[in-house]
């Protein structure tokens, strides 16, 4: 976080297959997601082309919000990914779950390091965390030009969109 901060953090391209990605980040979290019954869906084009990323960061960033998605929905729901082209002719990558959503006063102050969100929730007092995967995931997806954007409802779940840039299409 703080090379981020200092904006000294390198990217280590190569030519990345967010497909590839996706599912493997969702086969790491199997676990997680097993353990919470949480079911983890995925969605995208078979071939998709490839872009210029630094693969150990994307890994981590949908770790992260795999990761979320699965703690912060109640057993018996679902984690959405979707991938695909985006309008803007860029990778886009989608993290929808049905959980217990973030509270609209809450949404920019979770994308601040250390900031945990709602302790109204018995549910989510239960969530053990140190607030920075969100920043984190944020971080390293606009170290790539892109951006993160989240949309959520309380008690209706969250959704994340990544989006990067045409201009890292191999
Ligand atoms: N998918 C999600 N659904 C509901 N709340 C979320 C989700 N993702 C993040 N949050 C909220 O944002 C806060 C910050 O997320 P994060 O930085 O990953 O920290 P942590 O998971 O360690 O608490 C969380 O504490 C939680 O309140
Ligand atoms: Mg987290």
């Known amino acids: 976080m703080s090379r981020i901060e200092a904006r000294t953090l390198e990217l280590r391209e190569s030519k990345v297959d967010m497909g590839a990605l996706v599912r493997m980040a969702a086969h790491m979290n199997d676990g997680l997601a097993r353990e919470a019954k949480v079911e983890v869906k ?22 992260n919000l795999i990761g979320n998605g699965l703690k912060y929905t109640l057993a018996g729901g679902e984690v959405r990914v979707g991938y695909g082209l985006s309008a803007a002719g860029g990778i886009e990558v989608t993290i929808a ?74």
Do not use: C, M, W, Y
Request: hydrophobic share 40%; glycine share 12%; aromatic share 6%.
């Open 42 to 63: 995925i969605a995208g084009p078979s071939s998709l082309p490839h872009f210029r990323g630094d693969e150990l960061r994307l890994t981590q960033v949908l770790l």
């Open 97 to 170: 779950d049905t959980g217990v959503g973030i509270h609209s006063e809450d949404i920019e102050r979770v994308q601040v390091p250390f900031a945990r969100g709602d302790n109204r929730s018995a549910f989510v007092r239960t969530k053990e965390g140190l607030g920075l995967g969100l920043p984190l995931a944020k971080a390293f997806t606009e170290a790539h030009g892109g951006t993160l954007k989240i949309a959520s409802r309380v008690g209706e779940g969250t959704s994340i969109t990544l989006e990067f840039p045409a201009e890292r299409i191999v």
